[in-house]
């Protein structure tokens, strides 16, 4: 059964760092095209950053410089770095993988097919 867990998520004032982590299995590679998300009370669901198959990735504007997106195969592990968080940034963030092989990769949801439960992420002072 294919599988995706995230975890990582918490509290933390404005200006400080999380690392999200998701969690793949029963996937036949590591090299998947995943995407991150986030939800917000009362907004629609937004793509935040995607790793592409072969590692190209790519970030919404109001991320960049911010958040970084990184694999490690051998864990079949995704991880999402967020620093100087702000109070914006406060939503559930979800992970999600796009079947098959994505050379370029998009923040958007309609691609990916396989979603995790999501993890909190409570940007506060």
Not at 37 to 53: L, M, N
Not at 103 to 117: K, S
């Given at each position: 059964?294919q599988?995706?867990?995230?975890?990582?998520?918490g509290?933390?004032q404005?200006g400080?760092?999380?690392t999200?982590?998701?969690?793949?299995?029963?996937?036949?590679?590591?090299?998947?095209?995943?995407?991150?998300?986030?939800?917000?009370?009362?907004?629609?669901r937004e793509?935040?950053?995607?790793?592409?198959?072969?590692t190209?990735?790519?970030y919404?504007?109001?991320?960049?410089?911010?958040f970084?997106?990184?694999?490690?195969?051998?864990?079949?592990?995704?991880?999402?770095?967020?620093n100087s968080?702000?109070?914006?940034?406060?939503?559930?963030?979800?992970c999600?993988?796009?079947p098959?092989?994505?050379?370029?990769?998009?923040?958007?949801?309609?691609?990916?097919?396989?979603?995790?439960?999501?993890t909190?992420?409570?940007v506060?002072?």
């Amino acid at each position: 059964q294919q599988q995706l867990v995230e975890s990582g998520g918490g509290w933390v004032q404005p200006g400080g760092s999380l690392t999200l982590s998701c969690a793949a299995s029963g996937f036949d590679t590591p090299w998947l095209a995943v995407g991150w998300f986030r939800q917000a009370p009362g907004k629609e669901r937004e793509g935040v950053s995607c790793i592409s198959t072969n590692t190209n990735t790519g970030y919404v504007d109001s991320v960049k410089g911010r958040f970084t997106i990184s694999r490690d195969a051998a864990k079949n592990t995704v991880y999402l770095q967020m620093n100087s968080l702000e109070t914006e940034d406060t939503a559930v963030y979800y992970c999600a993988v796009q079947p098959g092989f994505v050379q370029f990769c998009a923040v958007v949801a309609g691609p990916y097919a396989i979603w995790g439960q999501g993890t909190q992420v409570t940007v506060s002072s």
